[in-house]
T-cell receptor
Framework: NAGVTQTPKFQVLKTGQSMTLQCAQD?????MSWYRQDPGMGLRLIHY???????DQGEVPNGYNVSRSTTEDFPLRLLSAAPSQTSVYFC??????????????FGPGTRLTVL | AQSVTQLGSHVSVSEGALVLLRCNYS??????LFWYVQYPNQGLQLLLK??????LVKGINGFEAEFKKSETSFHLTKPSAHMSDAAEYFC????????????FGKGTMLLVSP
């Protein structure tokens, strides 16, 4: 199994540009989530999904959009990039919809810089 | 709402010394608690988790943590630090009900000197 994969690894955008960060998992996990990591802030939840067609907002959803058309994929879209969105983005998944005791498996991250 | 406080953004120890990383949580219900480790330029990896089965939890790489309900704490310890333990450590809390999102602390960077 590849686990959780993310593309691209690095990305530089100009203010106002849009882009999609890709996330895929091959573990048939129902629950998937996106976090951003900023120095001194830990990881903050952007959006999450509990299954295909079901998404919800996390702590910092503004400026981001998600959809979940398949169990495997959970892309994160930046609608109009801003310098405040410069961050490292992590995608994670976990088994079992109601299994809060299950660990989340993290992808390697995407480092995004917005100029 | 649940929250996590990690005391100390940086902790420095000598190789062979005791490692103690502090985590206090706030939750309206008995939570599930996790410690994750992040090595430079990598994703997060689970060290250990508390899910109410036992208050003393043993994890990978010689780490362990003790859940103390009266102190709302879940501190991470390792008897003897190794150079390879240098990394950032995150404590996280999850409520057992509903869809149970994970809330992270701000992290503690562990520095290990020879």
């Amino acid at each position: 199994n590849a686990g959780v994969t993310q593309t691209p690894k690095f990305q530089v955008l100009k203010t106002g540009q849009s882009m999609t960060l890709q996330c895929a998992q091959d573990m048939n996990h129902e629950y998937m989530s996106w976090y951003r990591q900023d120095p001194g802030m830990g990881l903050r939840l952007i959006h999450y999904s509990v299954g295909a067609g079901i998404t919800d907002q996390g702590e910092v959803p503004n400026g981001y959009n998600v959809s979940r058309s398949t169990t495997e994929d959970f892309p994160l879209r930046l609608l109009s990039a801003a310098p405040s969105q410069t961050s490292v983005y992590f995608c994670a998944s976990r088994p079992n919809l109601a299994g809060a005791y299950n660990e989340q498996f993290f992808g390697p991250g995407t480092r995004l810089t917005v100029l | 709402a649940q929250s996590v406080t990690q005391l100390g953004s940086h902790v420095s120890v000598s190789e062979g010394a005791l490692v103690l990383l502090r985590c206090n949580y706030s939750s309206s219900v008995p939570p599930y608690l996790f410690w994750y480790v992040q090595y430079p330029n990598q994703g997060l990896q689970l060290l250990l988790k508390y899910t109410s089965a036992a208050t003393l939890v043993k994890g990978i790489n010689g780490f362990e943590a003790e859940f103390k309900k009266s102190e709302t704490s879940f501190h991470l310890t390792k008897p003897s630090a190794h150079m390879s333990d240098a990394a950032e450590y995150f404590c996280a809390v999850s409520d057992p009900g509903g869809y149970s999102t994970l809330t992270f602390g701000k992290g503690t960077m562990l520095l290990v000197s020879p």
